[in-house]
């Protein structure tokens, strides 16, 4: 496992972002799970898939099967183009 906390930074509204680019509710279901069994808290968990949303030290999850990759915001432009880097990548089983 893999504690995701070290890598959500913003400590004033931390968000992280779950977008798993699939209706199965089965998968986002087990993908919340293990973010949860990997550190993040359940609340702060959506599904979005906005990343404009997104600040500096939010994360953002996306499924590619079969792994949860976690990317780190690490710069936001004024223009409201988000910047990550993958920190994580999670086997969804």
Do not use: C, H, W
Not at 43 to 71: A, C, F, K, T, W
């Amino acid at each position: 496992m893999t504690d995701l906390t070290q890598f959500l930074t913003n400590r004033e509204n931390p968000k992280v972002f779950l977008a798993p680019n699939t209706s199965d509710s089965e998968v986002v279901e087990k993908a919340k799970k293990l973010l949860v069994q990997n550190g993040l808290r359940e609340d702060l968990i959506e599904v979005n898939y906005d990343m404009q949303q997104l600040d500096v030290g939010d994360l953002n999850v996306s499924y590619d099967p079969p792994d949860l990759v976690v990317r780190a915001v690490y710069d936001k432009k004024p223009s409201g183009i988000v910047k990550m880097k993958s920190v994580a990548m999670i086997k969804l089983s």
